[in-house]
């Protein structure tokens, strides 16, 4: 059969013969022949329970024959305003909850509050964005601005906006000449000169608690929260984007309470339904939020906003979501969970052209590499995601690379055994497809 669907991120022209998913249930991903493929990447990173959870299914239903849709624009809705409320009980300094479908709209967000935020101030020159290297924050113009990821964006260049970019430190690729250490000081040396020596910053962005797109690079410890702090020193907005963070990924509800750091701006959504439907949302301090308000012919007020911009069936399953993290007490099993992965590291670590291991929480990123002690990356050609992707497929795992970065990225929820089945599955894709590379 032709299918017409155009895939992301994909070469269709070496891509076919999808597997075509028809069900999910708990963990797994079932095709039209009845073969089951346990939910590795947890569907791009967003399932929590795993797929058909009663719970949020019967909510869904039942949200659908009451209000399936109805506008923000000069009307609320229960489900808007209930979620918006435990937000911001939920994230320290937070204040008011601007609705979106999907990370990269809630990242276009903070990045036009951040900039009106400052024009409605009369500080119309502050207009410039700070950001980390090997930043994501979505694929939009001005995300991909934001986040320049050159594998991915370079075609695009043209017409980004410019963005000034601090390096990120990644422990496993230090530059020669720096210790670990020196290096990170050298990232917050440089971010201190930017802001005194340029009076037109609007922002800082960055990812909160880890970098994952741009190669699954965790912070040192107190990163964050100095960058915060000179944010703070220097009056520049800091906003953090937890959209693959948040929620649980990193072994904690909040991942910017955990670094104690404090932003002004902050976005949540992958996981913000558990996986069920698009929702995104950007919280925005009280600071923040009260440079929108003055009359209406001052024209302060935020211009912007969607079609299905607190989306009642949407808002609804994020409300069942918040509530089942505390019935199931689900923070405290990543722990457990966490902890299983953090066991298995050496194990994998000693896997030829395995060259590194980057883990916290749920998530785990592997690195390959064509030589361990130069640590030279994989090239394209040897078509590392392919290889793998089908590999995991005859061992019924759904996996995927990013680059030459094998992702362990399961639902929150998922079981002690089917996470042994993911580990040892993984290993032995790893092992079988490394040894066809040499
Ligand atoms: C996935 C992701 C986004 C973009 O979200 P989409 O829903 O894919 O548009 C933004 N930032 C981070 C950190 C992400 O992981």
Redesign the pocket.
């Given at each position: 059969m032709q299918s017409h669907v155009w895939h992301p991120y994909t070469q269709m022209k070496e891509w076919r013969d999808f597997e075509v998913i028809i069900k999910g249930k708990g963990m797994w991903l079932y095709n039209s022949k009845g073969d089951r493929f346990l939910d590795g990447v947890a569907s791009?990173?967003c399932n929590v329970w795993g797929h058909s959870k009663n719970e949020i299914v019967r909510t869904m239903t039942m949200q659908a024959k009451k209000l399936q849709h109805s506008s923000l624009f000069n009307l609320t809705n229960d489900r808007a305003e209930e979620l918006a409320s435990s937000l911001v009980k939920l994230a320290p300094n937070m204040h008011k909850v601007f609705y979106s479908d999907?990370?990269?709209?809630?990242?276009e967000v903070s990045a036009k509050m951040a900039l009106q935020y400052w024009y409605n101030k009369g500080e119309k020159k502050k207009t410039k964005f700070v950001t980390l290297e090997n930043?994501?924050?979505?694929?939009?113009i001005g995300?991909m601005s934001l986040?320049y990821v050159p594998a991915f964006f370079s075609r695009y260049k043209p017409v980004l906006f410019s963005v000034t970019r601090i390096p990120s430190p990644n422990k496993y690729r230090v530059p020669i000449g720096f210790t670990f250490d020196e290096f990170q000081q050298h990232c917050l040396d440089k971010i201190e000169k930017v802001f005194s020596q340029n009076d037109n910053v609007a922002a800082f962005v960055m990812?909160s608690g880890a970098?994952?797109?741009g190669g699954v690079t965790i912070y040192p410890d107190g990163f964050q929260r100095k960058i915060s702090k000179i944010c703070k020193r220097h009056g520049v907005l800091f906003i953090l984007?937890?959209?693959?963070?948040g929620f649980g990924r990193l072994g904690s509800m909040i991942e910017y309470q955990n670094q104690k750091s404090i932003p002004d701006i902050v976005?949540f959504?992958?996981m913000l339904t558990a996986g069920y439907l698009?929702l995104?949302a950007t919280l925005a301090s009280k600071k923040v939020y009260d440079a929108f308000l003055g009359q209406n012919q001052e024209m302060k007020h935020f211009f912007h906003g969607h079609t299905f911009t607190g989306n009642p069936m949407a808002c609804a399953t994020a409300i069942t979501n918040l509530s089942l993290y505390k019935k199931y007490n689900i923070i405290s099993k990543i722990k457990k969970s966490a902890a299983y992965l953090q066991r298995r590291i050496d194990e994998i670590l000693e896997l030829d052209l395995v060259g590194d291991v980057r883990h916290k929480g749920m998530l785990m990123g592997i690195e390959i590499v064509s030589d361990k002690d130069k640590k030279s990356p994989i090239t394209p050609e040897k078509r590392m995601q392919q290889r793998i992707f089908n590999e995991a497929k005859k061992h019924k795992i759904y996996l995927r690379t990013l680059g030459n970065i094998v992702m362990l990225v399961p639902p929150l929820a998922i079981s002690q055994k089917e996470l042994e089945f993911l580990t040892d599955g993984t290993i032995d894709i790893i092992k079988k497809v490394t040894k066809k590379l040499k």
């Amino acid at each position: 059969m032709q299918s017409h669907v155009w895939h992301p991120y994909t070469q269709m022209k070496e891509w076919r013969d999808f597997e075509v998913i028809i069900k999910g249930k708990g963990m797994w991903l079932y095709n039209s022949k009845g073969d089951r493929f346990l939910d590795g990447v947890a569907s791009m990173w967003c399932n929590v329970w795993g797929h058909s959870k009663n719970e949020i299914v019967r909510t869904m239903t039942m949200q659908a024959k009451k209000l399936q849709h109805s506008s923000l624009f000069n009307l609320t809705n229960d489900r808007a305003e209930e979620l918006a409320s435990s937000l911001v009980k939920l994230a320290p300094n937070m204040h008011k909850v601007f609705y979106s479908d999907d990370g990269s709209t809630a990242m276009e967000v903070s990045a036009k509050m951040a900039l009106q935020y400052w024009y409605n101030k009369g500080e119309k020159k502050k207009t410039k964005f700070v950001t980390l290297e090997n930043g994501y924050h979505g694929d939009t113009i001005g995300t991909m601005s934001l986040g320049y990821v050159p594998a991915f964006f370079s075609r695009y260049k043209p017409v980004l906006f410019s963005v000034t970019r601090i390096p990120s430190p990644n422990k496993y690729r230090v530059p020669i000449g720096f210790t670990f250490d020196e290096f990170q000081q050298h990232c917050l040396d440089k971010i201190e000169k930017v802001f005194s020596q340029n009076d037109n910053v609007a922002a800082f962005v960055m990812e909160s608690g880890a970098q994952i797109a741009g190669g699954v690079t965790i912070y040192p410890d107190g990163f964050q929260r100095k960058i915060s702090k000179i944010c703070k020193r220097h009056g520049v907005l800091f906003i953090l984007d937890e959209i693959a963070t948040g929620f649980g990924r990193l072994g904690s509800m909040i991942e910017y309470q955990n670094q104690k750091s404090i932003p002004d701006i902050v976005s949540f959504g992958k996981m913000l339904t558990a996986g069920y439907l698009p929702l995104a949302a950007t919280l925005a301090s009280k600071k923040v939020y009260d440079a929108f308000l003055g009359q209406n012919q001052e024209m302060k007020h935020f211009f912007h906003g969607h079609t299905f911009t607190g989306n009642p069936m949407a808002c609804a399953t994020a409300i069942t979501n918040l509530s089942l993290y505390k019935k199931y007490n689900i923070i405290s099993k990543i722990k457990k969970s966490a902890a299983y992965l953090q066991r298995r590291i050496d194990e994998i670590l000693e896997l030829d052209l395995v060259g590194d291991v980057r883990h916290k929480g749920m998530l785990m990123g592997i690195e390959i590499v064509s030589d361990k002690d130069k640590k030279s990356p994989i090239t394209p050609e040897k078509r590392m995601q392919q290889r793998i992707f089908n590999e995991a497929k005859k061992h019924k795992i759904y996996l995927r690379t990013l680059g030459n970065i094998v992702m362990l990225v399961p639902p929150l929820a998922i079981s002690q055994k089917e996470l042994e089945f993911l580990t040892d599955g993984t290993i032995d894709i790893i092992k079988k497809v490394t040894k066809k590379l040499k």
